[in-house]
């Protein structure tokens, strides 16, 4: 069974650092991976979608990347400001019979500090 | 364009009523998904529907019933509220494997 785990689950940091989430995955054996961020109270807003033959993805100022073998992704946050605050979410999509299956990490919960 | 959209926002059931949740996209996804989000538990898939006329169950379907209605529509419905269904419930869709688009949720509280 996959399981996805994120560390930290909390993070403070003032404004203008930069700064790393990570996720990792127990089964390799995955389609893709996606990067959610989630406001107090709201749905889920996508971010980034990393295919499994890929090795990252940017927007802005967020960098993904993605490690397969060793179950790790990372989300890059460059430069970071106050409204960057929210809950951010890792997902990963299974290959095979599982591959309409979302399995979601329980959060990095990101106070940015002006 | 909207993308995803839920109804209700928000719902106070009492124990064995019953009810039903509404989610439309309209991005024309073929893929349609239901998820619960608790407190310490995460997201969980309830049940999804890869495509037109087909629903499945996911990994806590218990209590709960789905119709794909058509392409765009997708309702899940609970036919005897329990308090363990207190949750906030998301619809989300997708063009078959690819990304993922959430709808705002539902918080339901059966008391």
């Known amino acids: 069974k996959q399981e996805v785990t994120q560390i930290p689950a909390a993070l403070s940091v003032p404004e203008g650092e930069n700064l790393v989430l990570n996720c990792s995955f127990t089964?390799?054996?995955?389609?893709?991976l996606q990067w959610f961020r989630q406001d107090p109270g709201k749905g889920l807003t996508s971010l980034l979608l990393?295919?499994?033959?890929?090795r990252e993805q940017t927007s802005g100022r967020l960098n993904a990347s993605l490690d397969k073998s060793s179950g790790r992704s990372t989300l890059y946050i460059a430069a970071s400001q106050p409204g960057d605050s929210a809950t951010y979410l890792c997902?990963?999509?299974?290959?095979?019979?599982?591959?309409?299956?979302?399995?979601f990490g329980k959060g990095t919960l990101l106070t940015v500090n002006p | 364009n909207a993308g995803v959209t839920q109804t209700p926002k928000f719902q106070v059931l009492k124990t064995g009523q019953s009810m039903t949740l509404q989610c439309a996209q309209d991005?024309?996804?073929?893929?349609m998904y239901w998820y619960r989000q608790d407190p310490g538990m995460g997201l969980r898939l309830i049940y999804y529907?890869?495509?037109?006329?087909?629903?499945d169950k996911g990994e806590v379907p218990n209590g709960y019933n789905v119709s794909r209605l058509n392409k765009r529509e997708f309702s899940l419905r609970l036919e005897s509220a329990a308090p363990s269904q207190t949750s906030v419930y998301f619809c989300?869709?997708?063009?078959?494997?690819?990304?993922?688009?959430f709808g705002p949720g539902t918080r339901l509280t059966v008391t």
């Open positions: 997902a990963v999509r299974g290959s095979g019979g599982s591959n309409y299956k979302l399995t």
């Open positions: 089964d390799s054996a995955i389609y893709n």
């Open positions: 989300a869709s997708s063009a078959s494997f690819y990304e993922q688009y």
């Open positions: 991005m024309n996804h073929n893929s």
């Open positions: 529907s890869a495509s037109e006329g087909t629903t």
């Open positions: 990393i295919q499994s033959s890929q």
